[in-house]
Every structure is written in C-alpha cells, then in structure tokens.
Nanobody
Framework: QVQLVESGGGLVQAGSSLRLSCAAS????????MGWFRQAPGQAREFVAA????????DYTDSVKGRFSISRDNNKNTLYLQMNSLKSEDTAVYYC???????????????????WGQGTQVTVSS
C-alpha cells in the first residue's frame, strides 16, 4: 500500500521558516514526478512546486519563487519543501503528491498525480 505522509507544519510568525517533509512508503518515488500543492480556507487546491521525474527540472508558483525550495532525498524516499520568509498568505494545508507516469516536464495539475498525502497545516501569523 502506497502512503505519503507529510510533516513539519505548524504555527509561525511572518518572516519565519519551516521545512515540510513528505515520507513515501510502499514504493520508491526516486524516479517519479512529485510535487507540493496547498489549499487555503475556502479556496481550491493550488500548485506550489514540483520536480520532473529526473529531478533536473523544478518549477514554482510565482508567489513563492525565491522563498520556497523543493528537494528530495532518494535514499530516504522523502520529498521536502523549504519555506522561507513566510507570509500570512502562505497559510494553507500543504499536500505532497506523486505520479506514476513519468515525464520530463513538470506536472502542474492535480489530475496528473496519483498519490496524495493527508496534508499538513501551515499557519502564518502577521
């Protein structure tokens, strides 16, 4: 059974940093497209950051560019999201996602991902 488990969320002040982790079990995702999404209250889930399957390409939504960084540790089968200079508008539940089908391009939409974590809450107070 494949599972993605996020951790690292919390309540922080604006300007702080957090690192989210997404531990995968049940299969290896070292050569798969993976990404982070978030959902703020009353809003649709949105793309945040992602890797292509080789890991050579990454992309971010404009609002987090220069502040967030996605990375992965294939030995630990874990995906990370380093979030710096957090703002109140970053408040959301953050989800990691993994795709079965590999692509050299970035997957930006939810339907391209097959597995999802349960989410971790990030709250940024201003």
């Amino acid at each position: 059974q494949v599972q993605l488990v996020e951790s690292g969320g919390g309540l922080v002040q604006a300007g702080s940093s957090l690192r989210l982790s997404c531990a995968a079990s049940g299969r290896t995702f070292s050569a798969n497209n993976m990404g982070w999404f978030r959902q703020a209250p009353g809003q649709a889930r949105e793309f945040v950051a992602a890797f292509s399957w080789t890991g050579s390409r990454t992309d971010y939504t404009d609002s987090v560019k220069g502040r967030f960084s996605i990375s992965r540790d294939n030995n630990k089968n874990t995906l990370y999201l380093q979030m710096n200079s957090l703002k109140s508008e970053d408040t959301a539940v953050y989800y990691c996602a993994a795709a079965v089908r590999r692509s050299a391009t970035i997957y930006y939409t939810e339907r391209e991902y097959d597995y999802w974590g349960q989410g971790t809450q990030v709250t940024v107070s201003s």
